[in-house]
């Protein structure tokens, strides 16, 4: 399931561009992601406790009309919407949470600036039917870390849409098994994926746009890391049952920063 809460900018227009690790901790404050109701709620779905806060959610935060200059964002429009998707906790939202979001506020605060967003709107998104070959459009970045020979050293990297495709598919089959483990407390049966980017998307768009391979500065706990991530159409095949995972929690890592968040092509 996903939760769209629409949002109306109601104190200043303008935060910080590195906002990612602000939002999340947001969601998890309005969904009551640390309340022990949660967490009695997530033992009774037998899932798997750790100390760690619950991470398997993304989100997309879409503005209306927006411009960026250097490190900060400005909007040109009030509105905007925040979309969250998650799963196995589609009860407790519904029986928890979607009453009292009305009317609250989102707010964005880094020392001295602060936005505040009321939720004018609160919808849910069921989800789609998944099949075994479907074509993802990503809205936020794909974040692909892992490892590789340079030079005869081993090196911790981003892998792009540039890099051999099958390394790529092989991570995302990786991070869908891990992710379905953790949801469901079991391995799966079927773990094929195949996954491949939209290479005519790639070839239209690589000489004019530098956004298929963005590069950016992500701050969390206080330090700022280089992340490379990909903005490009991919068609994925395999066990639905794990497409429905990088659906629901998202594709690649870092999704409870708001990466990996991809919608059905139309």
Known sequence: MRLVLKLKAI????FPYN????VSKEISNLLGFETPEFKDYLKSKGFRATDKPFGLFTFNLHFENVFH???TLFLRSNNAHL???FPLINDYIKSNVIDRLSDK???IQKGQSQTTFLITKVETIQDPLFRDDIIFVPKSPIILPGKKMIK???RNIYFSYRDDIRTVSKLIKEDLCRKYESIYNSQVSNDFIFFQWDRNYIYANEKTSKKLKPKFMLEYNQKNYAVLGNVVPF?????PELIRVGYQCGFGKMNYLGFGFSEFQD
């Open 83 to 85: 979309s969250i998707s």
């Open 19 to 22: 906002y990612n690790a602000i």
């Open 235 to 239: 068609r994925i095949k395999g066990n």
């Open 69 to 71: 200059k250097k490190e």
């Open 11 to 14: 104190k200043e227009k303008e």
């Open 152 to 154: 005869n050293v081993l």
């Open 105 to 107: 506020e989102l707010i």
